[in-house]
């Protein structure tokens, strides 16, 4: 009992300290290695943000660790959503901000000059097909009744060429960027929240509620469709990488990977290796995004589409 | 360390003892007490911007059944969350509460032999199960079964109860359990002595004198209903406004800040709102802990 009681207490002190001084490094991190941009790379840095993003760039962080040339980088990725990567990169928290929309889109009003100093680097495209069950016996649908459908004045398959049965939305929470690349590409406008209307947050969840909901409706990443849901072209274009990179098929966002400021030497050779072709052609195509580098046209902000 | 001889040692070593012990436990209380105060002062803050600094009325806020933070004109209305708060944990309650008493009879009155070796085990299992894995099981079993019998899509409130009965049955339980167990055991003898059969025991004598303790059973399995997110953000279906019907898709306090949050820009209105959603579950789970105190009062007179 003698031995323990000190043990005990040295052990739980031990405990704290080393809890405070990891809420220490946490703030300073951007800070710390800003400065210490010296010749053979060392160094950390941190991506926080959008979880569509995240399995890419922890897929990327880890090759780009392995690599011998960069031994001396530790890169951390954490999810948490567009808006908290977005936040801490602009509060200098995080390195590198993911985001699945234009910092201009969340950060608007008081914060607008916090975008400004913000650095786009757009690393992949991401395509959303419209996806429903496969009882429906539609295939195509056109924006228009896309539209209908999403403010509630069809509610029936058979007023859209398909079978007799209730319409079920499943929509994303009204803050995803998800929704918002949705509404701005494929509606045209936003739309608000239906009673009854289901809404999910994570794709899988959406995919399995769509697959076995009989009249049920959504929307999914290119990734993320299979057999168990029926893609439905948007006016008669199907869903298809190809449609995607020539821009015949409009519903597709960047993937922003956002700096404040220019990027220190660490964060800018990751960036690069980001966008290398051997990336790009690589792990990108593997994990179902779209590279941006083969995309034939480009989008601002504001949504203006101009070929390259 | 001489002790007998006249100059007796300042400081005696079980005196250092006492000493350490009392300093370092005044140190967790302490830490105890720093880290609810400043997450209390942190949620308020946070959460009364809404209304003081964006102009959100409280009103508005607590009884407007409409959610559009990002349409032209934003309206924040929160009654459509708190409603299914409220509904969601007190059906939960309702399904989970007769069964857990029962269960707690069984094992200390009808059966104390195996009852207890057996059910015990199982309580404690059921605790251990972590939300994401109710959810899910729900998501896939639950929500389906609903949809083939009842008129809707299987998702929402009766869904999101059953989910959460089955998370509060442990607590209420062992809560109802341990005050069986620890009824003097001369009542219960006495109601025999006189007559009176197992069940006449039960209902007349063991159940009013444990009835404090069972509605405290009852509150705090209500209080985990209330703050659990996860498992009924998968069922609940988190369609922000008001259901019509317990099969129709509705949102939770819970669940509308766990699909928002990460979403939204801290500082901006729709995330202050979510703060002010947060503020009031937790000023929620204060006024349970009120009611368990004065049920605790009660008991012990």
Not at chain 1, 121 to 126: E, L, R, T
Not at chain 2, 140 to 145: A, G
Request: hydrophobic share 45%.
């Amino acid at each position: 009992m003698k031995l323990k009681k000190p043990a005990l207490l040295m052990g739980t002190l031990a405990l704290v300290l080393a809890l405070s001084a990891c809420g220490n490094n946490g703030e300073n991190k951007g800070a710390s290695n800003s400065t210490d941009t010296n010749k053979a790379l060392t160094g950390s840095l941190l991506a926080v943000g959008s979880t569509a993003l995240q399995p890419l760039v922890e897929q990327v962080g880890q090759k780009f660790m392995a690599d011998s040339k960069y031994a001396g980088v530790q890169v951390q990725v954490q999810g948490g959503g567009s808006g908290t990567g977005l936040t801490q990169v602009s509060g200098g928290q995080a390195d590198i901000g993911n985001s699945d929309v234009f910092a201009e889109e969340k950060l608007k009003d008081a914060d607008a000059d916090k975008a400004k100093e913000l650095i786009d680097h757009q690393v992949a495209v991401v395509a959303m097909s419209i996806v429903s069950n496969k009882d429906t016996g539609v295939d195509t649908l056109t924006k228009q009744q896309m539209v209908d459908i999403f403010t509630g004045k069809v509610t029936n398959w058979n007023e859209v060429g398909g079978i007799d049965e209730k319409i079920v939305i499943v929509n994303r929470p009204s803050s995803s960027g998800t929704r918002s690349t949705f509404e701005k590409y494929a509606l045209g406008t936003k739309v608000e929240d239906m009673a009854g209307a289901i809404q999910e947050e994570s794709s899988g969840t959406v995919r399995k509620i769509v697959g076995e909901t009989p009249g049920a409706i959504g929307y999914l990443a290119f990734s993320y469709l299979d057999d168990s849901i029926t893609s439905i072209k948007y006016d008669g274009v199907e869903a298809k990488v190809e449609n995607v990179i020539t821009g015949e098929y409009p519903v597709w966002a960047y993937e922003h990977m956002y700096t404040k400021g220019e990027p220190n030497e660490v964060v800018k050779a990751f960036l690069d290796y980001m966008v290398s072709d051997e990336i790009q052609n690589g792990d990108v195509v593997e994990l179902g995004y779209i590279p941006a580098s083969q995309m034939q046209v480009t989008r601002d902000v504001d949504g203006n589409v101009t070929k390259k | 360390m001489k002790s007998n001889n006249g100059s007796p040692v300042l400081i005696k070593k079980h005196h250092l003892e006492d000493w350490i012990g009392r300093i370092y436990t005044t140190f967790c209380v302490s830490l105890l007490v720093i880290i609810i105060v400043s997450m209390m002062y942190f949620v308020a803050s946070k959460g009364l911007t809404t209304f003081i600094k964006d102009g959100v009325n409280v009103g508005d806020f607590l009884f407007g059944t409409k959610w559009d933070p990002n349409g032209d004109n934003p309206v924040f209305g929160a009654l459509p969350f708190i409603a299914g708060s409220f509904a969601t944990s007190l059906l939960a309650a309702l399904i989970a509460s007769p069964l857990s008493i029962c269960a707690a009879l069984f094992m200390n009155e009808i059966v104390p032999s195996w009852g207890k070796r057996l059910l015990q085990p199982v309580i404690e299992l059921l605790a251990g199960i972590p939300s994401v894995v109710y959810g899910f099981v729900g998501l896939s079993v639950i929500v389906p079964l609903f949809r083939d019998i009842f008129p809707g899509q299987g998702i929402g409130i009766a869904a999101g109860a059953l989910v959460l009965s089955v998370m509060i049955l442990p607590t209420i339980t062992s809560i109802a359990s341990d005050a069986l167990s620890s009824l003097p055991k001369g009542l219960k003898e006495s109601s025999y002595a006189l007559g009176a059969t197992r069940w006449q025991t039960i209902y007349s004598v063991i159940l009013p004198t444990v009835m404090p303790s069972l509605l405290t059973g009852v509150v705090l399995g209500m209080a985990r209903a209330f703050g659990e997110a996860l498992a009924v953000q998968m069922v609940i279906g988190n369609a922000p406004h008001v259901p019509r019907s317990l099969f129709e898709s509705a949102s939770t306090l819970t669940s509308v800040i766990t699909l928002n949050m990460g979403n939204t820009v801290m500082g901006s209105v729709q995330n202050n709102a979510l703060w002010s959603m947060a503020l009031a579950l937790m000023v929620m789970t204060f006024i349970f802990v009120i009611v368990v105190r004065l049920l605790e009062r009660r008991h012990r007179l």
